[in-house]
């Protein structure tokens, strides 16, 4: 009776060399990502003049949670989370009803005038007015200083438009319209009812792209948005941030606070979004794969 290692398929010198590399160098990539995430988390629980001398390269030392619990102090980063969650769940909301339905249309073959607006939608992809128009147009529009500043100016992505209705076009086979068609179905149903259920990959993937840049939102959020209420949280940990360093010039006890509250600060804004990302992560790889390889 043959055994398994008996019946395996052979590999020779050079693909186990081939193979040893190349674990080796995911290895060491794996490390230059994840080392920087894992020495913010450390730094964040351990005493600022330990970090100033180098001792917690691999272990935290002297740890303490005072810098959390500094930051969590200031109302204002609650605030700042109340507005970020906001904004990014009125984002992927308003983002996906624009863009899912404008891409399905440019999947269409027999929707008139598909070509000039694909290349319409193209060259405002590689070119736009600029940051002061932009500006310009958002104040004229009396959008400063409310929440859709925050979320009109950014719903539409053409990158995120292309990828739809590429998956669209490859994914969704015309057969389904016609035999929808058949039965007396008309193209607002067809799309609700048979489009959409079958874009799981793709709705996770915008979805995911939208929220991560909403969430991480920081120069519409310095142009468009001075009141207190209704920064995000970006802005809020800058500001934090920013008071912290202008008095640590006074005295040592704040210096070494600034730099205690720094690495907090940056666990507090990306934490979020990592213990999100596994839970789509699938679709988003299906997705991606789907929509922009095919076709």
């Known amino acids: 009776m043959k055994t398994k290692r008996s019946i395996g398929i052979h590999e020779s010198f050079g693909d186990r060399v081939f193979l040893t590399i190349s674990y080796a160098?995911?290895?060491?990539?794996?490390?230059?990502?994840?080392?920087?995430?894992?020495?913010?988390?450390?730094?964040?629980?351990?005493?600022?003049?330990?970090?100033n001398r180098g001792e917690t390269l691999l272990l935290p030392a002297m740890t303490s949670l005072d810098a959390y619990i500094k930051v969590f102090k200031e109302s204002q980063v609650w605030v700042g989370y109340r507005n970020t969650i906001l904004?990014?769940?009125?984002?992927?909301?308003?983002?996906?009803?624009?863009?899912?339905p404008a891409a399905y249309a440019l999947s269409r073959k027999d929707f008139p005038g598909r070509g000039p607006l694909v290349i319409f939608f193209l060259i405002a992809m590689y070119f736009n007015g600029g940051m002061v128009p932009t500006y310009l147009l958002v104040d004229s529009l009396n959008l400063t200083n409310t929440i859709w500043?925050?979320?009109?100016?950014?719903?539409?992505?053409?990158?995120?438009?292309?990828?739809?209705?590429t998956y669209f076009e490859t994914s969704i086979p015309i057969e389904l319209?016609?035999?929808?068609?058949?039965?007396?179905?008309?193209?607002?149903?067809?799309?609700?009812?048979?489009?959409?259920p079958l874009s799981k990959a793709i709705i996770s993937v915008v979805g995911v792209y939208v929220a991560v840049a909403s969430w991480n939102s920081y120069m519409n959020a310095l142009m468009y948005i001075t009141e207190e209420s209704l920064q995000p949280l970006q802005i809020?940990?800058?500001?934090?941030?920013l008071v912290a360093q202008v008095y640590?010039?006074?005295?040592?006890?704040?210096?070494?606070?600034?730099?205690?509250?720094?690495?907090?600060?940056?666990?507090?804004?990306?934490?979020?979004?990592?213990?999100?990302?596994?839970?789509?992560?699938?679709?988003?790889?299906?997705?991606v794969m789907i929509g922009s390889v095919k076709g």
């Open 25 to 51: 160098l995911c290895g060491l990539v794996l490390l230059a990502v994840a080392y920087p995430l894992y020495f913010v988390l450390i730094a964040s629980i351990s005493d600022p003049d330990a970090v």
């Open 87 to 100: 904004y990014t769940a009125l984002s992927v909301i308003f983002s996906l009803c624009i863009v899912l």
């Open 149 to 165: 500043a925050m979320i009109l100016p950014s719903c539409v992505n053409v990158f995120h438009l292309i990828i739809a209705k």
């Open 177 to 196: 319209h016609e035999a929808a068609e058949l039965d007396g179905c008309t193209d607002f149903r067809y799309f609700i009812r048979v489009v959409l």
């Open 236 to 241: 809020v940990l800058r500001n934090i941030l």
């Open 248 to 287: 640590s010039g006074q005295s040592v006890s704040m210096a070494r606070e600034s730099e205690m509250m720094k690495y907090a600060l940056i666990v507090i804004t990306t934490i979020p979004i990592i213990c999100v990302y596994p839970f789509v992560q699938k679709y988003f790889e299906k997705g």
